[in-house]
């Protein structure tokens, strides 16, 4: 009983504990530790959909006996410069390296939030899917094609709960959207976050992706084998008009 209503408890939303997460991140938008709180606090019981997911098909059933720690591969600098250019892992290197990031940065930033009370009474199976999530955030900004702009984030999140159901990030980009509608009312920023949930429902599921394999393999190639398609509108925006995707 008492391992049952620990798991319970682990699930309930906490709106005020959001909602003060919410003013900070509005105060300064380059505190992402407020993201993983708002996350956390709203996220429900998103995690054990997402596992039980996980757990039904081969390839997630695979991955969740081997548990493969995709830190290692991304932050291993010298394993990624040596893949072919084009790739998967080399356009990840580019990336995060070229916008000063990391994925211990991510690590670092999540684990702000208390680990002991975001992962009280989860299994083994959902601590690894969290963790899974979180690394692989910088590998979705490759494979869609997003950037780190705010009209990126905000595209990319849209991206993100589409695949993968959280009142946390769907809150996140309804703030984003109110925030873009209200400061810049000639941008309606709602076509590319509806691009990114349609670019997700095409695509396949990423948790259950065994990316360490995908990283050698060329980009183009990978992004087509998995239905990834490219964000337009957003590249449109980006072309002729780049001073809309930091108005806000």
């Avoid at 349609?198 to 990423?206: E, F, T």
Wanted: hydrophobic share 40%.
């Amino acid at each position: 009983m008492t391992k049952w209503i620990t798991a319970l408890m682990s699930r309930r939303v906490k709106p005020l504990v959001a909602w003060r997460a919410v003013r900070r991140l509005l105060a300064d938008p380059d505190d992402t530790t407020q993201v993983f709180s708002i996350i956390e606090a709203l996220k429900g019981d998103s995690l054990s959909k997402a596992t039980r997911r996980l757990r039904a098909s081969e390839d997630g059933r695979r991955l969740l006996q081997t548990k493969p720690d995709i830190v290692s591969k991304l932050n291993d600098r010298a394993w990624l410069l040596s893949l072919p250019a084009g790739s998967v892992g080399r356009t990840y290197y580019d990336f995060v390296h070229g916008e000063n990031l990391s994925a211990d940065g991510l690590i670092s930033s999540s684990d702000a939030v208390s680990r002991s009370e975001a992962y009280r009474g989860l299994s083994d199976d959902e601590v690894w899917l969290a963790d899974r999530l979180r690394d692989i955030h910088d590998l979705q900004h490759v494979m869609t094609g997003y950037g780190r702009d705010p009209v990126g984030e905000v595209s990319l999140l849209s991206f993100m709960t589409t695949q993968n159901p959280n009142r946390g990030i769907r809150f996140i980009v309804w703030i984003a959207t109110l925030q873009y509608l209200r400061q810049v009312p000639q941008f309606d920023i709602r076509t590319l976050i509806r691009e990114g949930a349609a670019i997700a429902r095409q695509a396949h599921w990423m948790p259950a992706i065994d990316w360490e394999e995908k990283l050698p393999q060329p980009l183009s190639a990978v992004r087509a084998e998995l239905g990834f398609q490219p964000p337009i509108g957003y590249q449109r925006l980006r072309d002729q008009a780049p001073q809309l995707l930091l108005a806000a």
